[in-house]
């Protein structure tokens, strides 16, 4: 009998970053942990409609960083930064409202952007998802998305899976199309994934996706993650 398990955190430590970094003991943990959850859901749900990829939290003694990875940083930064900054207040008021204290550190918000967003999973699940809720065929959706992330030169794979009451359908039932290779037990295989939910009126849709980009060796983690100064 075997297991599902999440491609990303079966690879964390091989090829794979934490995505929240800092250290904390006793009841601090607990708050820190708190506050990285509450934030995660809101950014997730506030910026849905701007191609949200990830969100990584670190923390130090002076500062709490949030990096924000979109694939449409003009549109979440705004004129002179103003977005940012109604971001920003935005996360306060709502750790303030949750008596989560900060104790000190300072808010800040890097916006990163996703160059080649095809090969994203993150971003091509939040695609299918538009297609589906403006009621577009589910096969038409599944089949052109697919094309546009194995049109990208760097993606050796893409698998995506949905589930739900498909086209309106009485029954639930699950569609899936597939076209490259997809080794899932390989650690060193840089491989994407994520999940979405299409909000339709009879029901949500269940969205998955896996894109599999090469393999990932020692010598590229090192070139990775070496200093630009040496």
Known sequence: MSHSVHPFSHRLGVIRDWKSRWIARDKGYR?????????RAFLTKEL???Y??????????KALRVIIRTSRPGMLIGRSGDGVTKLRDKILALLKKRGIDLAGQELKIDIEEVRNPESNAAIVAMMVAEGLEKRLPFRRVLKQTLEKVIASKEVKGAKIKLSGRLGGA???RREDLKKGQIPLQTLRADIDF????AHMTYGDIGIKV??????????????ANKPANQ
């Open 194 to 197: 994520a999940r979405e939910k």
């Open 31 to 39: 708050t820190a942990l708190k506050a990285d959850l509450l934030i």
């Open 52 to 61: 949200l990829s990830d969100v990584q939290i670190e923390r130090n003694q």
């Open 170 to 172: 009485e029954m639930a």
């Open 48 to 50: 849905r409609t701007f």
């Open 210 to 223: 896996w894109i599999y980009k090469g393999q990932i060796f020692e010598r590229d983690l090192k070139a």
